[in-house]
C-alpha cells in the first residue's frame, strides 16, 4: 500500500508546492472558520482531522503508514492557578506515535 495521501489526512481542499502547505479551515473538524482562528484552535483542528485517516487499524495494514493519531485518551482533570483564582480543568490528551526504522532516535520530519 501508499502512504497515506495529503488529501487523505489533511482534508480534500489541501494542497501543497516546494513552499506552502494549504488545508482548509472547512475540512477542520469542530472548527468554526474566522479570520483570526487562534493557534492552538487550528493545531487542534488539523490533530482531529489528521486522526481520521491516521488509525491504528490503518498503520497495522500499511506498511507505509508511519504515524497514529490517537484521540482514544481518558480525559482528566487539572487545577491552573491564575493569579488568586485556581479553577478546575478537563485535560484532553492526543497521542501521536511515529513509527520509523531503527536507527537514529531523533523526530525528523523527513523520516515519516
Do not use: C, H, W
Not at 5 to 18: C, E, I, R
Not at 58 to 78: E, H
Not at 83 to 111: F, H, Q
Request: hydrophobic share 40%.
Amino acid at each position: 500500500m501508499a502512504e497515506p495521501t495529503l488529501t487523505n489526512v489533511f482534508g480534500a481542499g489541501a494542497t501543497q508546492d516546494a513552499t506552502t502547505l494549504t488545508i482548509l479551515k472547512a475540512d477542520l473538524p469542530g472548527l468554526t472558520a474566522s479570520a483570526s482562528n487562534p493557534a492552538e484552535a487550528l493545531l487542534t483542528g488539523i490533530l482531529k482531522r489528521a486522526a481520521v485517516a491516521l488509525t491504528d487499524a490503518n498503520r497495522d495494514l500499511n506498511i507505509d503508514q508511519s504515524v497514529f493519531v490517537d484521540l482514544s485518551q481518558t480525559p482528566s482533570f487539572t487545577t491552573r492557578v491564575n493569579g488568586s483564582t485556581t479553577e478546575t480543568y478537563i485535560r484532553n490528551t492526543i497521542a501521536v506515535e511515529l513509527d520509523k526504522a531503527y536507527g537514529t532516535v531523533e523526530i525528523d520530519p523527513d523520516d515519516y
